[in-house]
């Protein structure tokens, strides 16, 4: 019996290899035949099914990228690319608040194994912009709701000082209930983002923003990349430096991540 279950996971490992190969040729029907025959023969691999997920997304079939991706991270629930895919699935579904999630999800599990891959950085790319597109249109909700609401306000204060001996009163009131509209308004108008919530390297807001001895945030990516490219040192204080001594920084990365619920603009990425 194990030399069967043995010779069956060799088989469907060779299947896995042969469907890489075609894929890379953009034989995605080969591909995809190969994964199947991947799958049938051991159906508990969950890189079996996102790479067939893969060839689904290229094929535009979302359908199928999801109900692969869904076997992939039940699988596995630390499955990246599996969470990734989904979320994608999803906002193509126009299921925003589940999309979201999983890339979030997709986020926080290649952090932990892979914190400066591409695929982090392309997780994030197409988390900043569902999380922009979310804001975008909720803001446009909010300002249809905010100014029916002024106009209603404004017919009912004319009409209850109609006559004339109260017109500076209502005028004052108008400018009032302007003001009160102007202020609710604030959080949807883009302006900048405070300098402590932003990389000193990068300019851009944290993403995941970690503390050093000397107490300098950065963003745990760049300055990874800095110390195995351009060596183990502080970039501003010049001080000696290792990724052991890297530590997140959970009060900067709750700030950033209360800035951006009430700020959703801050999402845009140039």
């Given at each position: 019996?194990?030399?069967?279950?043995?010779?069956?996971?060799?088989?469907?490992?060779?299947?896995?290899?042969?469907?890489?190969?075609?894929?890379?040729?953009?034989?995605?029907?080969?591909?995809?035949?190969a994964?199947?025959e991947?799958?049938?023969?051991?159906?508990?691999?969950?890189?079996?099914?996102?790479?067939?997920?893969?060839?689904?997304?290229?094929?535009?079939?979302?359908?199928?990228?999801?109900?692969?991706?869904?076997?992939a991270?039940?699988l596995?629930?630390?499955?990246?690319?599996?969470?990734?895919?989904?979320?994608?699935a999803?906002?193509?579904?126009?299921?925003?608040?589940?999309?979201?999630?999983?890339?979030?999800?997709?986020?926080?599990?290649?952090?932990?194994?892979?914190?400066?891959?591409?695929m982090?950085?392309?997780?994030?790319?197409?988390?900043?912009?569902?999380?922009?597109?979310?804001?975008?249109?909720?803001?446009?909700?909010?300002?249809?709701?905010?100014?029916?609401?002024?106009?209603?306000?404004?017919?009912?204060?004319?009409?209850?000082?109609?006559?004339?001996?109260?017109?500076?009163?209502?005028?004052?009131?108008?400018?009032?209930?302007?003001?009160?509209?102007?202020?609710?308004?604030?959080?949807?108008?883009?302006?900048?983002?405070?300098?402590?919530?932003?990389?000193?390297?990068?300019?851009?807001?944290?993403?995941?923003?970690?503390?050093?001895?000397?107490?300098?945030?950065?963003?745990?990516?760049?300055?990874?990349?800095?110390?195995?490219k351009?060596?183990?040192?502080?970039?501003?204080?010049?001080?000696?430096?290792?990724?052991?001594?890297?530590?997140?920084?959970?009060?900067?990365?709750?700030?950033?991540g209360?800035?951006?619920?009430?700020?959703?603009w801050?999402?845009?990425?140039?």
């Open positions: 019996m194990a030399k069967g279950v043995s010779s069956a996971a060799v088989q469907a490992e060779q299947l896995k290899q042969d469907g890489n190969l075609y894929f890379k040729k953009n034989r995605l029907g080969a591909a995809i035949d994964y199947t991947a799958i049938t023969l051991c159906p508990d691999v969950p890189v079996y099914w996102t790479n067939r997920a893969l060839c689904h997304r290229k094929r535009n079939d979302w359908a199928r990228v999801e109900e692969d991706c869904l076997k991270v039940q596995d629930h630390k499955s990246v690319k599996g969470h990734y895919m989904l979320g994608l999803l906002l193509q579904r126009e299921k925003y608040t589940e999309g979201i999630k999983s890339l979030e999800r997709a986020l926080d599990h290649g952090r932990g194994a892979h914190p400066n891959s591409y982090v950085e392309e997780i994030w790319q197409e988390l900043a912009k569902a999380k922009y597109q979310e804001w975008e249109r909720d803001s446009t909700k909010r300002s249809w709701e905010l100014q029916n609401l002024k106009e209603s306000c404004e017919i009912a204060l004319r009409e209850k000082h109609g006559h004339e001996d109260a017109a500076d009163s209502t005028s004052q009131q108008l400018a009032d209930l302007k003001l009160v509209f102007a202020k609710a308004a604030e959080a949807d108008i883009p302006t900048e983002v405070p300098d402590y919530l932003c990389c000193k390297i990068t300019l851009d807001i944290f993403r995941d923003p970690v503390i050093t001895p000397s107490g300098l945030t950065y963003e745990r990516a760049v300055i990874l990349d800095h110390l195995e351009v060596g183990k040192f502080d970039p501003i204080t010049r001080e000696t430096l290792f990724p052991s001594q890297l530590v997140q920084n959970l009060a900067i990365k709750e700030a950033v209360a800035f951006l619920e009430k700020h959703g801050a999402y845009k990425m140039d």
